[in-house]
Every structure is written in C-alpha cells, then in structure tokens.
C-alpha cells in the first residue's frame, strides 16, 4: 500500500515537472480542452442540432474520429508483437510506450462514443445488471472489447512499470499470456468496429467483407506512423534513447501495410466502378461528386495523393534511413489514412440515402472544437503517461529512491 | 369501417367508445385501467388545486412535477421487462407531466398486441395521386417535430415523386464516347428513381401532376427487422402483433438503427421536438405517438393508439382516392388478407430479406 502511495506521488511528481516548453504544450492543450467542454455543454442542451449531423446524414466527424482512433488504439501491436513474439530488443524496450499510446487511443474513443450519443447521459442502459447487453448488435460488442482492451493495456503497462519502479521481477507467468491475448484482442477491436459499419446491407458502399481488413491495414499503417513520429520527439527532448532498429522496423511496418492498403482501396475502385450500378455511387459520389454534389472529391483525393505519396517516399532510402526525412512521409501517411478513413469512408456511405436522397453534409463549428479538444485531451493524457513511463524506464522515478534524495 | 376482425380492446377493461371516423383529439379521455385513472384524478385535483393559486404558482408546481417526474423517468427499467404494476405508474407519471406541459387532459394508453393478430398494410401504387395528405395527417395524429429549422421539421411518411418519361427523343445521340470514351445508351444519363434533398416535400398546385408517378413509403414493420438486430440497448422492438416500436425513454440515440433501415423510416429528434400546445394530440400510446424528447430516435408504427383500439392509422383513414389499406393478416377474410392472396403484389428491396409488412399492389 505504501509503495503504491509512494508510486502515485513520485510520478506526479515527476510528470509535474517541466519547462517552459512542457507547460506552453500543456497550457495550449488545456485552452482547447476548456472549448470542448463549452460545445459539449452546448451540445448536450441544445441538442445534436447544433452538429451538422441530420437524420439523412446522421454519423459524421465523431463517428469518423471514432473509427480512426479504434485503428490508433490497435496499431499498438506493431511494437508489443515484435517485442514480445519475436523478441525483438529495440522494441522490448519501448514496449511499455505503445501500450501507453493504446491506452490514450481508447479513452479517446469513448470520449467521441459520448460525443456521438444523441442521450449520453443513458450511456448506462448498456451496462447490465443495470441496462441491457444486446449480444445481436455490434456497438455493444465494440464498446465491450474496447473496454476489455483498455483494461487489457493498463493492467500490462502499469504492472511493467510497477516492477521497474519497485525492482521486483516480472511475473511472466501471468504477464506473458495477458501479452499475447492483448495481441490477439488488438485485432479483434478492430474488426469489430469494421463489423460495425460492414454489416449493415442497407449501405452497399460499406457491404462488402474486405472492411476488415482494410481496416487492419490502414490501422497498422496509421498507427506506427504516429508511433514514429512520436519516438522521434522523445528522442529529441528526453535522455530516453529508442532505439534506431525499432524505428527502421516500424518503418517497415508502416510501408507494407500502406502498399496493401492501397492495393486493397484499387480494388474496391476497380470493382464498383466497372459496372458502375447503382450500389457504386456512395463511392461514385465520394470520388467524382453526384448529382452537381462535390464537397468531399477534394479531400479524397487528397487522401490518395497523400497516401501514395507517402507510400513512394517511404520506398525512397534516402527518406526511410534519414530520420529527419522521415517525419514528411509519416505525417503524409497519417493524415492521409485519417481523411480516407474518417470522412472519406463514413460520410459518402449515406450518401445517397437508402430511398436515393443526395444530400451533404459538413461539420459544424460545434463538431469541430470539439473534435479538437477531445484530440488534445488525447495528447495531453499521452504527455503524462509517456513522460511518467520514461521516467521509470530511464531508473529517474524509483521505489525509495527520491525519497532518498530528498533526505 | 372497422378493419375486418380489428384488434379489439381487452375485454377486461373499459371499451373506449369512439367511432373510426372521429377525430383522434376529440376523446382525450379515454379509459385506461383503474389503478392509473385513480392517479390521474389526484394528479388533476393537485393540478386545478394550483392553478387557483394562479398562472406563476402553476408554473412553479409544474416545473417541480415535471422535475420529479423526469427524474423517476430517467431511472425506469426498459418498456419490456416492466411489470404491470410498474407500467401503470410509469404512464400515470406521463400523464400527469404530459397534462401539465400541454394544458389539456393526455392519455398514455398502454394496451398491448391483442392474441390472434398480426397487422399487416397494402398500398394500390396505382391509385396514389400524390396529394401527400397521408404525410400531414400523420404528423397531426402523431405529434410529430413541427419546427422551422433544418432538422426540426419531422414527417414519418414520404411520398416519392417520380418524373415519367425517362426515354427522350433528343437524347439518342447522346452518350457517345465520352468521358473514357466508352459506348452508353442516351438515354442512360438520368438516374432513374433518384431524388434530391427534400425532394418528397414538393408542393404542387394540383395533383395528380401529369408527368409524374409517386412512392409512399414509410417504416415497412419489417418481419426480420434489420434495425432491432443492431439496437445496443433492445429500445427498439417487434410487438407480437407486428409493427416495430420504440420505448423512447430507453434509446440512447446512437442511430444504428437508421443506418440499418433500408427504407430510411427513421428519424432523429436533433432536439427538443417543437410541438404547439394547440396542435398537441392528446390521445397517446407509450410505444406511439406520445410526445418524445432530444435525442431519440422515431419512425412509423401505424398509430398504435388508434389500431390497437380498432381503428384505421390516420392515413388509412385520410386518403382520398382509398389506396391504403391496413388489418389483420392473420385473419383470411380482411381487406389486406384478400389483397394478398387476389392482387399483383410486390415488396420493396425483397432482396435484403427483411420481409415488409407492408405490401405494394396494383390491378
Ligand atoms: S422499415 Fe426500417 S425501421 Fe421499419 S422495421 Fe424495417 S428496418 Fe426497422
Ligand atoms: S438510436 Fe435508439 S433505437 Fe436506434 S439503435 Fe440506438 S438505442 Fe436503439
């Protein structure tokens, strides 16, 4: 008990300290947070009214967000399956990292689940014994493995951490296999949630079984892609040193992934738009506009210039081995997956409606401040896991330790 | 013109004596059982109690009511797994609120499906001329969003308008290589069956227009209802009698639901449905037309207060030209029973097996 008060203590306290640097970081994240919490008032008051969202269109940037950061939270495994099936050092090192990263990826998620729910405040409904679980309907299977996956990465990130701050041995009796069923369940959350949108006949731009794994490609290509960029901060502003072969390894990672995707999304196009029947225009519209309607052709094509591009760059060896190249073709690749995935997949799926109705749709102020904040309360909950995990990693926060110190 | 073998009232209770052809808000005080009239004569005796204290003092007691109410409101078990017991008070709890809120007397009827009947629906596609009476009756009968703003504004049925003549003279030499450089018929470049936003609110001078054809559709009361395979929370449900309902109270407005209906029959209540008091329908069903709140979704569930009492939904009884028919499927001597088994009859989207109750004909 004492040792798990001391744990708390010392890595606030750790977390607390900072430059000016870390507290204009934090300062500017906490501005946005305060936004999201004033449109979520005004949300919640006013009703959904105040989104873009309409009962032809009714899922946009939350449900769009949502779907993506699913992909965030199991683009994770990149690093734990090398580290753990394939003892990979580089990885086994910064592990513990992309656990943190899969912890902040699902408590975002259910931030955009609050944001998305016309009733938030019956959230509960869901819950037995109080609610109802409905074992038919593939939201309460997504809201269960994503519990089951924060839980998962919580309980095996902050053991490791325990037992580095303590110096005890880790118990790999338990620890390995709740490990290797993290793996397997990282998978799962994403299926699921393509589940979620590929079930629904009603929808044919969705109807088709290459979601899943779409969605596991372009949510392992995503992912890492963070990752990188993420592991190139740290080393740049912390004494933690990440390996360069766990870098190069998510690189390659991130390429193929990428290269699949595509590959995948040209064979979506090719199949739909060959017969071009009446199932095609959801992607029809999304690619070329429908009926005069166009809002969404640019970013589409964005999305494929950014992740093609990202994709030729990442085979580039002047870019992959420069890490200071390196930073372009991830943020391309990101954003890229981000558009495609989000808007680019969620939006063009009602349109047209199921009785032929061609409407758009576009986000409100409301949605976007508060899309924003909900990702800045997502950075600013990965700074304070990251930088308390370093600091146990780097021997900095120890068991009796500071205490010593202190003396 | 009771639907042949209606859905009768339990004989137990009190037969509510109002004929098909009344007005739905003309007996707002129909009977229910007498545990929940009992509540709802001290609930009225509190009510006119307060409003002697004046207009401010009513308010103030309204706004306590209204408080408490919704506050039991919002910790009540799903519609389903309610007890009788529980049920009663849940709706003498509505009552009460919906009577202060609105200024009149509301009844919240709980009856349920009646054994032995099983609602179906048939629309002579033929004879639909368009005048979209249907559309406004329904959202008279059942208090539908009334509202000027995009989003505010809700109505359950659309009738489709559809331009006839798809085949031009002048477009035969279209479609030549164009584009990719690939052979198309001419005619092939007018989407067939397509409409644009609100385009089922048209207002024409006279109807029928003469180069046009309509589709009513609304919610087809599937067999295998998509949209209660991907409810979370069970809110949404078939009756043993048919139609697919709501318990608005439970649903947390995910909208899964609207993404699964391939007839695009659902709507949601982007917020607080505007609804006059004037124009207010006072005679309720829970799972019906009672007024709904922020945030919930509705659709279609042919005017359960009026069909499970007997009688036609409102736009059975509104169109002119009798191409709605509704009754009992089970029953081989109703209107719809013969209509199956004597017309040319078809259902929309049969390929997704969601097997409408709700047939299309024509003779
Ligand atoms: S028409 Fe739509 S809302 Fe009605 S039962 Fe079928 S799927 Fe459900
Ligand atoms: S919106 Fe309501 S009725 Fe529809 S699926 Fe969600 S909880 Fe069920």
């Not at chain 1, 338990?174 to 006949?201: G, Q």
């Not at chain 2, 389903?80 to 709706?91: N, P, Q, S, V």
Request: glycine letters at 8%; one cysteine or more.
């Amino acid at each position: 008990m004492q040792q798990l008060i001391s744990f708390a203590t010392d890595y606030s306290r750790y977390v607390l300290k900072g430059g000016t640097k870390f507290y204009t970081w934090m300062g500017s994240l906490g501005v946005l947070m305060l936004g999201m919490l004033y449109v979520f008032y005004l949300q919640n008051t006013e009703g959904l009214i105040v989104t873009g969202m309409t009962s032809q269109i009714h899922d946009g940037l939350y449900f769009a967000n949502l779907v993506f950061l699913v992909g965030v939270a199991a683009g994770a495994v990149t690093i734990v399956f090398p580290a753990y099936a394939y003892h990979h050092e580089g990885m086994h090192k910064v592990a513990v990292l992309g656990e943190m990263l899969a912890i902040t990826a699902v408590i975002m998620v259910m931030m955009f689940v609050f944001a998305h729910m016309g009733r938030p405040d019956r959230l509960w409904h869901m819950i037995p014994p109080w609610g109802i679980y409905s074992f038919s309907s593939m939201l309460g299977w997504d809201v269960m493995v994503l519990n089951g996956y924060l839980i998962l990465n919580f309980v095996c990130g902050f053991y490791y951490l325990w037992c580095k701050y303590t110096g005890n041995p880790i118990n790999n009796k338990w620890f390995l296999p709740l490990v290797y069923v993290a793996i397997v369940w990282a998978l799962s959350i994403h299926t699921v949630t393509a589940f979620l949108i590929s079930t629904m006949p009603s929808r044919p731009m969705w109807f088709h079984s290459m979601m899943p794994i779409r969605f596991i490609t372009t949510a392992f290509a995503a992912g890492p892609a963070l990752i990188i960029l993420i592991f190139l901060i740290i080393r740049k502003n912390t004494k933690f040193w990440v390996d360069d072969s766990a870098i190069k390894l998510l690189t390659t990672i991130v390429t193929w992934c990428l290269g699949i995707a595509i590959f995948l999304t040209l064979s979506e196009v090719v199949v739909e738009l060959y017969a071009r029947t009446e199932h095609a225009n959801g992607l029809y519209y999304l690619m070329f506009g429908l009926h005069g309607l166009t809002r969404l052709v640019p970013w589409f094509w964005s999305a494929v210039a950014l992740m093609v591009g990202a994709f030729i760059l990442f085979l580039m060896p002047s870019f992959r081995n420069d890490f200071k190249k390196l930073v372009i073709p991830c943020v391309m690749a990101f954003t890229g997956i981000w558009i495609e995935k989000g808007m680019g997949l969620i939006v063009p799926g009602f349109i047209p409606s199921p009785i032929g109705e061609v409407t758009e749709y576009y986000p409100s102020f409301v949605e976007v401040l508060l899309s924003l904040g909900i990702w800045a309360f997502g950075f600013f909950i990965l700074t304070i896991l990251l930088k308390g995990a370093i600091g146990i990693l780097l021997g900095e926060i120890k068991y009796g330790g500071q205490a010593a110190a202190a003396k | 013109m009771t639907p042949d073998k209606s859905p009768s009232a339990d004989p137990a209770q009190e037969k509510p004596s109002h004929s098909p052809t009344q007005a739905a808000s003309a007996d707002p005080s129909a009977p229910g059982p007498t545990t929940s009239r009992r509540g709802f004569l001290k609930a009225g005796g509190a009510l006119s109690m307060s409003s002697l204290m004046g207009t401010a003092a009513l308010m103030t007691q309204s706004d306590d009511a209204a408080a408490a109410t919704e506050w039991a409101e919002h910790f009540q078990k799903n519609y389903r797994l309610m007890t009788d017991a529980e049920k009663a008070e849940a709706r003498t709890r509505l009552e009460r609120r919906y009577s202060s809120e609105y200024g009149k007397k509301v009844t919240v009827d709980t009856t349920g499906p009646q054994p032995g009947v099983l609602m179906g629906y048939a629309l002579n596609i033929r004879k639909c001329i368009g005048c979209r009476r249907c559309v406004h009756a329904c959202v008279e009968e059942n208090n539908q969003s009334r509202g000027t703003r995009p989003g505010e504004k809700i109505e359950w049925i659309q009738v489709l308008r559809m331009e006839r003549g798809e085949f031009a003279k002048d477009k035969m030499n279209q479609g030549y290589p164009e584009g990719l450089g690939i052979q198309v018929g001419g005619n092939a470049y007018t989407p067939a069956g397509q409409v644009l936003e609100g385009q089922y609110r048209y207002e024409p001078e006279a109807v029928p227009e003469k180069d046009a054809t309509y589709m009513p559709i609304a919610c087809m009361q599937c067999e295998k209802p998509p949209c209660v395979k991907v409810c979370p929370v069970r809110t949404t449900y078939r009756e043993a009698d048919g139609p697919v309902v709501i318990d608005y109270n439970w649903c947390i407005g995910c909208r899964m639901c609207m993404g699964a209906c391939p007839y695009w029959a659902r709507r949601i209540n982007l917020t607080t449905p505007v609804l006059p008091k004037e124009e207010m329908n006072p005679v309720t069903h829970y799972l019906g037309n009672r007024p709904r709140m922020r945030g919930v979704v509705e659709k279609c569930h042919w005017c359960l207060q009026r069909s499970r009492q007997g009688r036609y939904p409102a736009c059975v009884e509104v169109c002119p030209v009798g191409a709605r028919k509704f009754g009992n499927l089970l029953d081989p001597e109703s209107e719809v029973s013969k209509i199956l088994e004597r017309k040319n009859v078809f259902r929309l989207k049969a390929e997704l097996n969601t097997f409408p109750k709700f047939f299309y004909f024509y003779d």
